[in-house]
């Protein structure tokens, strides 16, 4: 069952105790037993202290650290695997996993941030015929997507909901805003998030917003899927804290990399840091860029990818062996044998009750 959401108009902030009288008198019922008409007699057994056995005081806190993970060599993505194939390493030393199993029905929530500024202006078209088209093939009854469009701004166009024709609509009224934002209360669908360049995109801005207002308190299989130049401008987060949001919410992210090489030159996305910036949003999260140029046919390939990728892909848990939650990163490595690449989280942060970021 999904959790229940606040509204999203403006910005989301987001011992059981038990005490039972020890039954004395219906353990000793012969002494306890009142004589007709008369005070009950004193007992002659010595008092005691109540006995607390360790099990009404025990408190279990043990953190399940939940893993997405797809493993692909040159044949492509690879199912069948068992879990005596993979061997998990969190800061280097092996874990034992509890779980191992090939997750294609498990429910999925699938967040689209829409590049929507100026540089988009001649690819909107592309994205949001394709955009459509994915979500309508890749959505079951159990499954949920959400689209939000950021440039100046970060808006929420579409909340949770399985509806194709209802996500078609909202990705087909999204529009290029490349002028100044306008006033609101910072945050997804209630305004802009604070900016320096009125002229900004706020990639990583939108990144950590979805990942913190709308994947957090998620379960299950988590992504989100950029479709961007890649270039960034006036967010007040880094690409190092949209990481931390999105693998704190356990969200793998893919950034489909299309560009508009008509508007003055801008979105020449072969340059070097807005790319290496992407690769490590995707790479640290479990994801990969996918290069697309502006070509429609390379971007429905793309979103065939992912499909693909995301009906191959396998979950395993287990207990860490460092059960000190400090709030610390803990890297993970993996090895399901040679010649096979694995595309998963890089780590998790050691948060009591959230290993798995749910």
Same mark, same amino acid.
């Given at each position: 069952?999904?959790?229940?959401?606040?509204?999203?108009?403006?910005?989301?902030?987001?011992?059981?105790?038990?005490?039972?009288?020890? #039954?004395?008198?219906?353990?000793?019922?012969?002494?306890?037993? #009142?004589?007709?008409?008369?005070?009950?007699?004193?007992?002659?057994?010595?008092?005691?202290?109540?006995?607390?056995?360790?099990?009404?005081?025990?408190?279990?806190?043990?953190?399940?650290? %939940?893993?997405?993970?797809?493993?692909?060599?040159? *044949?492509?993505?690879?199912?069948?695997?068992?879990?005596?194939?993979?061997?998990?390493?969190? /800061?280097?030393?092996?874990?034992?996993?509890?779980?191992?199993?090939?997750?294609?029905?498990? #429910?999925?929530?699938?967040?689209?941030?829409?590049?929507?500024?100026?540089?988009?202006?001649?690819?909107?078209?592309?994205?949001? /015929?394709?955009?459509?088209?994915?979500?309508?093939?890749?959505?079951?009854?159990? /499954?949920?997507?959400?689209?939000?469009?950021?440039?100046? %701004?970060?808006?929420?166009?579409?909340?949770?909901?399985?509806?194709?024709?209802?996500?078609?609509?909202?990705?087909?009224?999204?529009? !290029?805003?490349?002028?100044?934002?306008?006033?609101?209360?910072?945050?997804?669908?209630?305004?802009?998030?604070?900016? *320096?360049? #009125?002229?900004?995109?706020?990639?990583?801005?939108?990144?950590?917003?979805?990942?913190?207002?709308?994947?957090?308190?998620?379960?299950?299989?988590?992504?989100?899927?950029?479709?961007?130049?890649?270039?960034?401008?006036?967010?007040?987060?880094?690409?190092?804290?949209?990481?931390?949001?999105?693998?704190?919410? %356990?969200?793998?992210?893919?950034?489909?990399?299309?560009?508009?090489?008509?508007? $003055? $030159?801008?979105?020449?996305?072969?340059?070097? *840091?807005?790319?290496?910036?992407?690769?490590?949003?995707?790479?640290?999260?479990? $994801?990969?860029?996918?290069?697309?140029?502006?070509?429609?046919?390379?971007?429905?390939?793309?979103?065939?990818?992912?499909?693909?990728?995301?009906?191959?892909?396998?979950?395993?848990?287990?207990?860490?062996?460092?059960?000190?939650?400090?709030?610390?990163?803990?890297?993970? /490595?993996?090895?399901?044998?040679?010649?096979?690449? !694995?595309?998963?989280?890089?780590?998790?942060?050691?948060?009591?009750?959230?290993?798995?970021?749910?």
């Amino acid at each position: 069952m999904r959790t229940v959401r606040p509204n999203l108009v403006s910005t989301l902030t987001l011992a059981f105790t038990l005490v039972l009288p020890l #039954p004395w008198c219906g353990v000793l019922r012969a002494q306890c037993a #009142p004589e007709p008409g008369g005070p009950p007699p004193k007992s002659n057994a010595p008092e005691q202290a109540p006995q607390i056995h360790d099990t009404q005081t025990l408190k279990v806190n043990v953190n399940l650290v %939940n893993v997405y993970f797809s493993v692909r060599d040159k *044949s492509g993505f690879l199912t069948g695997l068992k879990k005596d194939e993979c061997t998990i390493y969190e /800061d280097k030393d092996p874990q034992t996993l509890k779980q191992f199993t090939q997750e294609k029905n498990l #429910p999925l929530t699938i967040g689209i941030l829409l590049d929507t500024s100026g540089s988009q202006q001649n690819v909107l078209p592309l994205e949001q /015929d394709s955009g459509a088209r994915f979500l309508k093939e890749v959505l079951t009854p159990k /499954d949920e997507a959400f689209l939000i469009s950021f440039d100046v %701004n970060v808006d929420l166009l579409a909340d949770f909901t399985n509806n194709a024709g209802e996500l078609k609509r909202a990705i087909n009224k999204a529009t !290029i805003n490349a002028g100044s934002s306008s006033a609101g209360i910072p945050g997804i669908g209630g305004g802009p998030v604070p900016i *320096s360049n #009125p002229r900004g995109t706020l990639l990583f801005d939108a990144v950590a917003l979805a990942s913190n207002e709308k994947l957090r308190r998620e379960s299950g299989r988590k992504v989100l899927i950029l479709l961007t130049d890649g270039g960034d401008q006036g967010s007040t987060e880094t690409v190092k804290s949209a990481v931390e949001a999105a693998q704190k919410a %356990n969200a793998i992210i893919y950034v489909i990399l299309i560009a508009d090489r008509g508007f $003055g $030159g801008y979105g020449n996305i072969t340059f070097g *840091s807005p790319v290496g910036d992407m690769e490590k949003l995707a790479g640290d999260t479990g $994801g990969r860029v996918i290069n697309v140029s502006n070509d429609g046919r390379k971007l429905e390939q793309a979103f065939d990818q992912i499909q693909d990728e995301l009906r191959t892909q396998y979950l395993a848990s287990y207990t860490p062996k460092n059960t000190e939650a400090d709030g610390k990163f803990r890297k993970l /490595d993996y090895d399901c044998g040679k010649g096979r690449k !694995i595309e998963a989280r890089k780590g998790y942060y050691a948060i009591a009750g959230d290993a798995d970021g749910n």
